[in-house]
């Protein structure tokens, strides 16, 4: 069963990457904003980023947006900027895989955004864990019992979103 990876997707675009690696050897001006957000599970670990990079570079410009899911995470990164109300992401966060219909990679690292020209670098950074508990004398309880307790596949069949081919493959 795999389980997701939590992501940080970085948007390449020339000025991103120029601060990026500026970065390295000094902060970046003031005037560089880096607009962060997406999935509401990944907040905390984007928030301690932000902090640590703000003690190196004190004046450091970092929007970190209200949390929200993946999908806005995913999206925010790959437009533009075009949509109502809606700017374009430096750093989407993400607790899920790419959906076919967002972006397109041959390694699972490089992603090239549907839709528009952006391109992505997906950085893993966490592994989900995941504990699966059903209430002692309940209609689960009894049923997983009668199984003789669940294995790993067949919890990936209970949760996945995979199609049955994609199951059986």
């Not at 750093?91 to 959906?99: A, F, I, Q």
Request: hydrophobic share 40%.
């Amino acid at each position: 069963m795999k389980i997701p990876a939590a992501s940080l997707l970085f948007l390449f675009l020339a000025e991103a990457l120029t601060t990026t690696v500026s970065a390295a050897a000094s902060c970046p001006s003031t005037s560089t904003t880096v607009n962060m957000g997406g999935s509401k599970d990944l907040q905390p670990l984007a928030t301690a980023w932000i902090n640590a990079y703000k003690e190196k570079c004190t004046d450091s410009n970092i929007a970190l947006e209200p949390a929200t899911h993946s999908t806005v995470g995913a999206r925010r990164v790959c437009n533009q900027g075009n949509t109502a109300n809606e700017t374009a992401l430096h750093v989407g966060t993400l607790s899920r895989e790419w959906k076919d219909e967002e972006a397109t990679s041959d390694n699972g690292f490089h992603w090239k955004c549907s839709g528009s020209d952006r391109e992505i670098i997906q950085v893993d950074v966490a592994t989900y864990g995941l504990s699966i508990v059903v209430a002692t004398g309940g209609v689960a309880h009894d049923c997983v019992s009668i199984l003789g307790g669940l294995t790993m596949d067949q919890l990936r069949w209970i949760y996945s979103d995979f199609t049955r081919e994609q199951l059986i493959a």
